[in-house]
Antibody, heavy 113, light 110 residues
């Protein structure tokens, strides 16, 4: 059974930083594009960032460009999302996913003073 | 980034058929098709239909998907109470290098 487990979500002040991690079991990230998708409270799904299969290419939504950085460590089968200069509108559940098939349970990030 | 268009809500009676629609563009739905996700309150999304309209293992045969041009549809036959949920479509946009999502359709089973 495939499991994606996110960690690192918490309450952070505006302007602060946070690093989310996503570790997989039953699935290898090597050779697979991976993404972060978020969902603000009561809202729909929003793609945030993606990384290509060999890690050489990263892609971002305009709303997070320059503030969030996606990376992955295939040896540890882990994907990361470094979040800097956080704003209130970044408050959401962040899902680690390949979108096509597998979704994690999500990590809650709350940006508030 | 522009998203896909879904009706905000659809209501149908028990055992009836619901068809949910998702309109995109030639760079996304019209290029590689759309996948469909079901989300129940407080839970992560679950894939109901792949971009090629096939169902993942374990998804009910009452569910089917189709694509015509840049419009995708999800049909649920014989509606049951457990089908009441939020449904999202999504597609990879080749010009944006991004996944785009619809705003979601809340399906109510009366």
């Amino acid at each position: 059974e495939v499991q994606l487990v996110e960690s690192g979500g918490s309450l952070v002040q505006p302007g602060g930083s946070l690093r989310l991690s996503c570790t997989a079991s039953g699935l290898t990230f090597s050779g697979r594009w991976m993404h972060w998708v978020r969902q603000a409270p009561g809202k729909g799904l929003e793609w945030v960032s993606g990384i290509n299969s060999d890690g050489s290419g990263t892609f971002y939504a305009d709303s997070v460009k320059g503030r969030l950085t996606i990376s992955k460590d295939d040896a540890k089968n882990t994907v990361f999302l470094q979040m800097n200069s956080l704003r209130g509108e970044d408050t959401a559940v962040y899902y680690c996913t390949d979108v096509d098939a597998y979704w994690g349970q999500g990590a809650l990030v709350t940006v508030s003073s | 980034q522009a998203g896909l268009t879904q009706p905000p809500s659809v209501s149908k009676g028990l055992r009836q058929t619901a068809t949910l629609t998702c309109t995109g563009h030639s760079t996304n739905v019209g290029n590689q098709g759309a996948l469909w996700l079901q989300q129940n309150q407080g839970h992560p999304p679950k894939v109901l239909s792949f971009r090629n309209n096939d169902r993942p293992s374990g998804i009910s045969e009452r569910i089917s998907a189709a694509t015509s041009g840049s419009t995708a549809s999800l049909t649920i036959n014989g509606l049951q109470p457990e089908d009441e949920a939020d449904y999202y479509c999504s597609a990879w946009d080749m010009s944006l290098n991004a996944w785009v999502f619809g705003g979601g359709t809340k399906l109510t089973v009366l």
